[in-house]
């Protein structure tokens, strides 16, 4: 039997050895890290194992679930009932108010489809939960529970009941992850729903502020004004609210104003999320209308169809479907 | 033989309860605070065993802690690489050091890492960290001798029993 090898060969010594080492490994994480950050190699390979990690994720989770679920097993009966009146109360005016909502939604359908019916967008909403870990050093990302076996696909809308929370920017295949609103490498195209005016809401990297730059001086808005997405860019659908005008000042240069608001969604509350489905077709030029055999009005008996009219062509590019 | 295999199981279990760690959210506002716990163990292990902790090692935590958190691949893997050589480097005089000069070391190298890592962020164009992070290496430093502590017992114990049974 041989005698075992030793593995370094005595041409550097121990110390060099290690020093080279370490460059390379060095260098290897360095090709790592520029082939990730230029072809997205992490996804794929985060993609590949997603069977083993989801489970990870799901591990690092539960003890604050179990946190959450012993707070609730050992909450006060009085305090219980307590908020189960307030419930009831609250339910019951909401129920009136969505009584009244519904006769108007059913009119203002009518109405919309006469007008154009290219904005009925068929809105299903799938509900997901929040997996409760952080993703990298900031809290801007969150993990939902639901990915690609579940249909969900990069671009989905994440709403709250209150207003708009994000967007899907990766999905595995049982969980996805979305970017909040207030991460500063999100936009959102916005309107001021009393004065139609237009902006884009950044996010900041702070929880309860967004930041709508470059607004003109002359712009009417006050602090307490509502923003909606604007449906511009076709990617938020529009409508929704995203947030109320804390304060205006004039920004560095003096020559636009920009707004501070808060975000209308909850979005340090974890919890149950819808995610939008059917979305409109992403931003770019509507393609043109193939223009083959006959007009159809010439059609016999068949009405023109809305999708070959002139209006609906020449028609925004955002919304086109 | 016995006495090794028990010993290896503690380690890994103890790498992948750090991993795990890194993942558990904390309330909002001391989020930035949080304890780099994978570096914590590895530091322990590498000051206490000789050939259980390498370079090598430390690299291919790093790319589990970063298909993890998901955010760039090869990042933590450098950091943790150049952190355990460090240590492996100081390793015998880091060994005999008082607690609170130990502590004082591992601020020091992590405060090493979160430069590093402000650094790899900014190359790859990523938003600055917050300004709470910076004190992250120094809650570090502070729970140090409890996670020294922890992990010293559960390896007598561990060796203890190992070598009962051998």
New interface residues.
Partial sequence: MALPQKESTPIFSDATAGTLRLIAYLAMAAILMVLDHRDGWLHRVRYATAAAIVPIYKLAAAPADWIHDAATAFTQRRDLIDENRQLREALLLAEARLNRMNAVTHQNQRLKQLLDTRQMLGMHAQLARLIDVQLGPTRDHVMLNVGADEGVHVGQVMIDSHGVMGQVIETLPHASVAMLVIDPEHAVPVMVSRTGLRGIAHGTGDTDRLLVPNLPLSANLRVGDQLVTSGLGGRFPAGFPVGTVTALRHDASGMFMEAQVKPAAELDRSGEVLLLRDLPDPAGPPAPAPEVGPPASLAPGTPPKSRTTPASSAAPAGVAR | MNRVRTQGLAFWIGIVLA??LM????P?AI??L?PYWPALVLVYWSLESTDRVS??LA?CT??AA??????????Q??RL??LV?IV??FRSRLRFFPMWQQSLAVWLLLMNNHVL?AL?RAF?GA?P??AL?WLAPAVDAAIWPFVFLLLDDVNTRVRGKGAKAA
């Fill in positions: 991993l795990l993942l558990m959210p904390l909002g989020q930035p949080k370079v090598g690299f790093g790319l970063d298909l993890l958190n998901g955010a760039l691949l090869g990042d893997a450098l690489a150049v050589f492996l480097r890592q790899i790859a938003t960290m917050p992070s």
